[in-house]
C-alpha cells in the first residue's frame, strides 16, 4: 500500500469510519497470518486466527500511539509477535502437568488389525518428524534468546523487514540493527547447537 494511501486509511480509521477499519484489515490481514504462521510450526489455523484476532483488536485499542515512525505493517507484525508468544506461553502454562499419551506411527487400526501405510510422495514420517522437532527447538532456542534478541530476528527472517525498515521500527540506526542481528546470530547459533547436540539432531544454518 502506498505511504499516502495508507496515511489517509489510517485517519479514517482514526475517525471511526467502519468501512476504513474494513479495509485496513483486509489490506493487512493474510500477511499477519502469514507472519504468526512462520512463528510457530505447532501453530494450526484455528490458532492463528485467534493470534490475529487479538493482534488486530490491539491495533483497534492503540492506534492512537501508532506515530508513523514505521510501516503500518511493521508495527503490525511486532504486534503480533507479541500477541503469538503471549499464546505459546499460555498453551504451556495449561498443558503444564497434564499427561498425553504418545501415538506410535505404526499404530495398528483397532478396527482392521492393518497399519495405515498409503503411498506418498511427501517426506516419511521420519523426516516429517525430525523437521517438526527441529522448528521446536528452534523455537525454544528463541525463548532462551530473549529481548531484544529475539524481536530484531524476527522481524528480519520472519516478518521479511529491510534492516532500513526494522531500524524505523526499533527507533534504531541501520547499523545498529546490522550489529546487533549479527551478534544475536552468534548467540543463538551457540544455543541451538547445544539444543540439538541434545536431541542428537543435525543443527540448522543460521
Avoid at 499477519?32 to 505447532?42: M, N, W
Avoid at 522437532?133 to 528480519?156: N, S
Wanted: hydrophobic letters at 40%; proline letters at 4%.
Amino acid at each position: 500500500m502506498e505511504p499516502t494511501v495508507e496515511t489517509e486509511l489510517l485517519a479514517r480509521c482514526r475517525a471511526g469510519n467502519a468501512q476504513a477499519w474494513n479495509e485496513l484489515f483486509d489490506a493487512h490481514y493474510a500477511a499477519a497470518a502469514r507472519f504468526v504462521f512462520q512463528l510457530g510450526s505447532d501453530f494450526t489455523r484455528d490458532d492463528v486466527e485467534e493470534i490475529c484476532q487479538e493482534a488486530f483488536l490491539s491495533v483497534v485499542k492503540h492506534l492512537d500511539s501508532f506515530q508513523g515512525d514505521s510501516r503500518f505493517q511493521t508495527w503490525l507484525f511486532r504486534i503480533a509477535a507479541n500477541k503469538a508468544r503471549d499464546y505459546r506461553e499460555h498453551r504451556r502454562a495449561a498443558k503444564r502437568g497434564g499427561g498425553q499419551t504418545p501415538v506410535s506411527l505404526q499404530a495398528e487400526d483397532p478396527e482392521t488389525g492393518l497399519v495405515l501405510d498409503p503411498p506418498s510422495a511427501a517426506p516419511g514420517p521420519d523426516a516429517v518428524l525430525i523437521g517438526a522437532q527441529q522448528a521446536a527447538l528452534v523455537g525454544e532456542a528463541l525463548d532462551q534468546l530473549g529481548e531484544p534478541c529475539r524481536e530484531v530476528i524476527e522481524l528480519r527472517y520472519f516478518a521479511d523487514l529491510s534492516y532500513e525498515e526494522i531500524a524505523a521500527s526499533l527507533k534504531l540506526n541501520v547499523k545498529t540493527v546490522s550489529s546487533r542481528l549479527s551478534k544475536c546470530l552468534d548467540r543463538l547459533e551457540i544455543i541451538t547447537r547445544e539444543l540439538f547436540s541434545r536431541e542428537k539432531l543435525a543443527p540448522l544454518a543460521v
